[in-house]
C-alpha cells in the first residue's frame, strides 16, 4: 500500500530500537517508514503492540503519505479506503499472530537484547510464514496503488520501492539466521562496539515464549496460571544449574569484556575478523556449558503444549493453515497483473496527468 519502502540506513534516520520495531509492524500493516519519520507522531504506538489501536495508525500513515506524495484529496480518499480494507481483511485472520510476533520482538528490541539460538530458531518458525505472507500482501498492495499515481510520484514510489526491496532482503536474512541459531549481529558494517546486543540467558527468554503462547492459544485463567507454574517451576531447576557452573560463565563474561575492550584500541577488518573468532569460541563454550538448561526448553515446550484444549488447538491450527493456503495462492498469482476494484464508499480518483519538473 503506497509507499512501503522502510529504511534502516544509519545515514538517512537515526532510528532508536523501538522505532525499528514499530517499522516492522508498520510493514505488516502496509505502513511506510519514511513517512513516519518525517514527522513523529507515534502516539498511536505506546506499550505493547498487543494493544496498539489500528485506526490511529492507519490515519498516521494517510496524513504522513499524502505529504510525501503530495497526494490530491482524491487520491487522498481512495488511499485511505484502500487502505482500510486491505489491511483489515488482512488481519482479519491473522491479527491475533501478527501482534504476538511484534510483542515478543519489540520486547527484545527493547531491552536491546537478543533471544538465546533455541528460542531464536523457533520464534523465526513462526514469525517465517507471516513476513511472506506480509511480504506478498505489500507488495500486491503497491501494485495497486500506483496506478492512481501521476509520473512525479511514480519517481518517488521507485525510489521507495528500492528501500522496501532493501527491507525485506534483511529480514529475510534475519530470520533465516535466527532459524540457524546464529543470533549475534558478526559481520557489522564497521567495528563492533558496546552498544550491540546482548544475548539473553536462555531462561531469560523463556518469559516471552510463555506470554507468546498464552496470547496465540487464547488460554483461559486457569490454564494461565498453570502455564506460568511450569515456567517459574523450570526456571528454577535452571538457576540451581547455572549456578553450579557459576566460575565457568563468570570466566566467559569476563574474557568477552576483555575481548571488547581489545577491539576498541585497535583498528582494521583483520581485527574484526579476529574478534569475531574469538567471540564464536566464547559463545560456543557458553552453549555447551548452556546445554542442560536448553533441555529444560525443551520441557518447557512439551508441558504446555498439553494445555491447551481441543477447541483451542483447532482454532491455532486453521489459522495456520489458512495462513499457508494465502501464500500458496499470492505465490501462483504474484506473476498476475494486480487488479482492484474501487471501494464502493469512494469515487474513482481523477486520471492522474505528469506535473511538470
Same mark, same amino acid.
Given at each position: ?23 516492522? &509492524? ?11 519519520? +518525517? ?9 505493547? =503492540? ?25 487520491? $487522498? ?12 481483511? &488482512? ?30 530458531? !523457533? ?13 506478498? !500482501? ?8 500506483? +496506478? ?53 540467558? =536462555? ?54 569484556? !576483555?575481548?571488547?575492550? +581489545?577491539?576498541?584500541? +585497535? ?9 569475531? $573468532? $574469538? ?17 529444560? &526448553? ?6 504446555? !503444549? ?15 493453515a489458512g495462513l499457508k493456503r494465502f501464500v500458496d495462492k ?28
Amino acid at each position: 500500500m503506497g509507499n512501503l519502502g522502510i529504511t534502516i540506513q544509519n545515514k538517512e534516520i537515526n532510528m532508536s530500537r523501538r522505532n525499528l520495531t514499530i517499522s516492522v &509492524f508498520l510493514a505488516i500493516c502496509c505502513i511506510a517508514w519514511p513517512c513516519l519519520a +518525517q514527522n513523529r507522531r507515534v502516539d498511536a504506538f505506546s506499550g505493547s =503492540p498487543l494493544g496498539w489501536d489500528l485506526d490511529p495508525i492507519m490515519d498516521v500513515y494517510v496524513s504522513n503519505i499524502s505529504r510525501h506524495y503530495n497526494l490530491d484529496d482524491s487520491q $487522498k480518499r481512495y488511499t485511505q479506503a484502500l487502505l482500510t480494507r486491505r489491511v483489515k481483511d &488482512f488481519l482479519k485472520n491473522y491479527e491475533k499472530d501478527v501482534r504476538d510476533i511484534m510483542a515478543e520482538y519489540m520486547t527484545y528490541q527493547v531491552g536491546q537484547k537478543v533471544p538465546p539460538p533455541e528460542v531464536a530458531k !523457533e520464534f523465526a518458525q513462526r514469525a517465517e510464514p507471516l513476513i511472506e505472507a506480509m511480504k506478498h !500482501e505489500i507488495y500486491e498492495g503497491n501494485k495497486i496503488w500506483r +496506478q492512481v499515481l501521476n509520473d512525479q510520484q511514480k519517481q518517488i514510489h521507485d525510489r521507495d520501492l528500492k528501500q522496501m526491496d532493501q527491507f525485506f532482503d534483511n529480514l529475510t536474512k534475519q530470520i533465516e539466521n535466527w532459524s540457524q541459531g546464529k543470533v549475534e549481529p558478526l559481520e557489522p558494517t564497521g567495528r563492533p562496539t558496546v552498544s550491540r546486543p546482548l544475548m539473553l540467558n =536462555p531462561e531469560d527468554a523463556w518469559d516471552y515464549y510463555v506470554n507468546s503462547f498464552v496470547y496465540r492459544y487464547g488460554l483461559d485463567q486457569g490454564q494461565r496460571e498453570t502455564a506460568f507454574s511450569i515456567l517459574r517451576e523450570l526456571k528454577d531447576e535452571a538457576r540451581r544449574l547455572r549456578e553450579a557452573r557459576g566460575s565457568d560463565f563468570e570466566r566467559i563474561e569476563n574474557h568477552r569484556k !576483555e575481548l571488547n575492550e +581489545q577491539l576498541a584500541k +585497535q583498528d582494521g577488518t583483520e581485527a574484526i575478523e579476529e574478534h569475531q $573468532k $574469538k567471540i564464536l569460541a566464547l559463545n560456543a563454550d557458553k552453549q555447551r556449558l548452556e546445554a542442560p538448561i536448553n533441555g529444560l &526448553f525443551n520441557k518447557l515446550k512439551d508441558r504446555l !503444549e498439553t494445555i491447551p484444549n481441543a477447541d483451542q488447538r483447532r482454532a491455532y491450527s486453521a489459522r495456520m493453515a489458512g495462513l499457508k493456503r494465502f501464500v500458496d495462492k499470492k505465490r501462483e498469482s504474484e506473476t498476475q497483473p494486480a487488479t482492484e476494484t474501487q471501494p464502493a464508499s469512494e469515487t474513482q480518483p481523477a486520471k492522474v496527468v505528469a506535473q511538470p519538473s
